[in-house]
């Protein structure tokens, strides 16, 4: 969890680093700490050695295929930035980063990966992708006026059933993965519940549109809990481990 915040930590505030003036050109970002002037770019590389030191020494921690492992997430995490300005796709970018745990996770506790682990990490980038359209959906004006390119301003007027497309993904990938790793009644209540919740976030997105973007994007913070919290009380309950 502490390797998880420091490193997420780390990759936001590179990623603001690089986009600080893009971040200037769009209304809801342009008073952040780096466009509004707030902080200074020297104060933020400062923050992100910090926060990587940090994600470092928990690294060091596992065992050596999860610390290879860990470093090649890296490269990920340095190309993501970029995305926005020469694809219409960096949700899967950030997909492909911000789901590494998932494959983290596995090899800290077995030393290799196999299929169930991959599995959860498709699912992972999957959901990435559906969210993080529902999020670029608040900037898809100004990102066009500045440059940046999203899921969001491609879908258009498809946007609903775009993040649609990506949530069944998600779920589907999910289920290959728990039933993989052999995951019983508990853990399939949370994934139901987790299934739920996503297809509620589409029929208010289909409904509400932008105006209600942000708020379906924090949600999948409880959705992600509910997903949790099957897994966790059925291994808690000594269910498979």
């Known amino acids: 969890m502490i390797g998880a915040i420091a490193m997420r930590g780390a990759g936001a505030t590179y990623n603001d680093i690089l986009d600080r003036k893009l971040d200037a050109g769009v209304e809801r970002t342009r008073g952040r700490p780096l466009p509004s002037g707030r902080a200074s770019v020297r104060a933020a590389a400062f923050f992100l050695v910090a926060q990587s030191l940090v994600g470092l020494a928990v690294l060091l921690c596992f065992n050596a295929f999860t610390i290879v492992l860990g470093i090649a997430s890296l490269g990920i995490v340095a190309i993501y930035p970029l995305m926005k300005r020469i694809t219409a796709w960096p949700q899967a970018a950030l997909g492909l980063a911000f789901a590494w745990g998932a494959l983290m996770g596995w090899a800290a506790r077995y030393g290799a990966l196999a299929w169930p682990a991959v ?14 359209t529902i999020y670029a959906l608040q900037d898809a004006r100004d990102d066009a006026i500045v440059g940046i390119k999203s899921t969001a301003r491609l879908f ?86």
């Open 119 to 132: 599995a959860l990490y498709a699912s992972a980038i999957c959901w990435t992708i559906g969210y993080d």
């Open 156 to 241: 258009g007027e498809n946007v609903v059933a775009g993040v649609a497309v990506f949530y069944v993904l998600a779920a589907m990938f999910a289920e290959a993965a728990l039933t993989g790793a052999g995951a019983h009644v508990i853990a399939q209540l949370g994934f139901v519940a987790w299934c739920l919740h996503l297809g509620w976030q589409i029929q208010t997105l289909r409904r509400d549109g932008a105006s209600k973007a942000l708020m379906l994007f924090r949600s999948n913070r409880d959705a992600g809990f509910l997903l949790f919290l099957g897994i966790a009380l059925e291994g808690w309950l000594g269910g498979p481990s």
